[in-house]
């Protein structure tokens, strides 16, 4: 017998958006996810009173008022304005690009001085319709910024040649001829207050949970025990690969407590040569304006995906996404089932496109 409305596979933000809109609306859901916890890679976890992103730094931005005050009903955010700055061979440079970054590249003053610079290496690289991520790169900001802030950085972060990788990444960072290191354009910024798993506290409340249980290992009993399906797991492992196999980017974290206040200043510093094998050193406490006696840092260290490594990033090059759009044919023809979030629409999702996503689908099948 079928016991519940919605089986959904993954407590991350997609899953647990979706299961609390449905639950709202009278569906009796159970989740189920892998891990020993909820909240996929927003996760955070409590070490010496500070709240360390377990996967990786989480910068909550959007510019959709509704997705700003979705998220608020859970928790209040600070203040925090993402501000990286880049260590290339020990000089420091603000992100994302703009006219402090120009001045400590060039020494321009005035934003005519650096267009005019950009504009000047843009003409000598030729390049007119930029087809890869290296071309866009220095189409939008020249060839010196490129060669130290960006060409080394992507090509240890994506295990590939900057020539092979698809322009809409680099695309995110935000171009800028004023004096303003905020590293997103978006209206609303922040991170909750408490750590991100008052979010997923607030969305799985009411909602029965199993953890620790992999889809996979009994698919058969979970695929009947309800009526419909929400998978935000691989898609192509839910199609048993049989297309081969997608490619995905993992990460390896570092922790270190340190017997200190204040590390390195800022939460955010990329390392953008090819001399560390790290992108980023993550200071957690910075996203908190903590003042405890200690402070926990993480070294991020990119790594090929392989059998048995989390799948963090979607790598959207042409032989995966000719690959996906197969995988899409199929589960387009499926009833009963929903595919959402970064691993199931093999997208490069921020926060709060998963939680658009997931409200949009939520709407469209249960009003
Ligand atoms: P996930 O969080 O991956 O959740 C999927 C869940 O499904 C997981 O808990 C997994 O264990 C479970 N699962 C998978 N397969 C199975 C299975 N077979 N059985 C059971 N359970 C299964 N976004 C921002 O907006 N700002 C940022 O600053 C930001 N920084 C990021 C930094 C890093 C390093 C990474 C990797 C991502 C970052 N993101 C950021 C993106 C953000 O993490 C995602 O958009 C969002 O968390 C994705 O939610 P999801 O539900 O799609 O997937
Ligand atoms: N990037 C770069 N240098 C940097 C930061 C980012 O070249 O110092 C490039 C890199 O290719 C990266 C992309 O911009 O993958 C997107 O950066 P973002 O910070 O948005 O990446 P994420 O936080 O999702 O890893």
Redesign the pocket.
């Given at each position: 017998m079928q016991k519940y409305d919605y089986l959904i596979v993954g407590s991350g933000l997609f899953g647990a958006v979706f299961a609390h809109e449905a639950n709202k609306r009278g569906k009796k859901c159970l989740i189920i996810d892998k891990r020993n916890h909820p909240g996929g890679n927003i996760y955070c976890e409590n070490v010496e009173g500070i709240n360390v992103h377990k996967y990786g730094a989480h910068i909550f931005h959007t510019n959709d008022k509704g997705i700003w005050d979705y998220v608020n009903q859970f928790a209040e955010f600070n203040r925090y304005t993402n501000s990286p700055v880049?260590n290339y061979h020990g000089k420091m440079y603000n992100?994302p690009f703009n006219m402090n970054t120009f001045y400590q590249m060039w020494g321009t003053k005035t934003p005519a001085e650096a267009q005019a610079k950009i504009n000047e290496q843009k003409a000598e690289s030729g390049i007119k319709n930029p087809q890869n991520?290296e071309e866009q790169a220095i189409s939008l900001v020249g060839k010196d910024i490129y060669e130290i802030?960006?060409k080394e950085?992507?090509e240890k972060?994506?295990g590939r040649k900057a020539t092979d990788l698809p322009a809409f990444?680099?695309k995110?960072?935000p171009v800028r001829f004023t004096y303003d290191n905020n590293y997103f354009n978006d209206k609303y910024q922040g991170i909750p207050i408490g750590g991100y798993n008052k979010i997923i506290e607030g969305l799985l409340d009411g909602i029965e949970v199993k953890l620790e249980v992999d889809f996979f290992e009994d698919r058969e009993y979970w695929e009947n025990i309800a009526e419909n399906l929400v998978f935000t797991g691989k898609i192509d492992e839910y199609y048993d690969y049989c297309y081969g196999k997608l490619q995905y980017r993992s990460l390896r974290f570092e922790n270190k407590i340190l017997d200190e206040e204040n590390f390195q200043g800022n939460a955010v510093v990329?390392y953008?040569s090819s001399n560390e094998p790290y992108t980023r050193i993550i200071e957690h406490k910075h996203f908190e304006f903590g003042t405890q006696p200690k402070t926990v840092i993480t070294y991020e260290y990119p790594d090929e995906w392989s059998e048995g490594k989390e799948s963090y990033y979607p790598i959207n090059d042409e032989v995966n996404s000719e690959l996906y759009r197969k995988y899409k044919e199929l589960a387009e023809k499926e009833d009963n089932i929903i595919f959402g979030g970064r691993l199931a629409e093999y997208k490069y999702y921020d926060m709060h496109q998963v939680i658009g996503s997931a409200l949009t689908k939520v709407k469209k099948i249960l009003q």
């Open positions: 880049a992100l991520l802030l960006i950085y992507t972060q994506w990444i680099i995110r960072l990329n953008t």
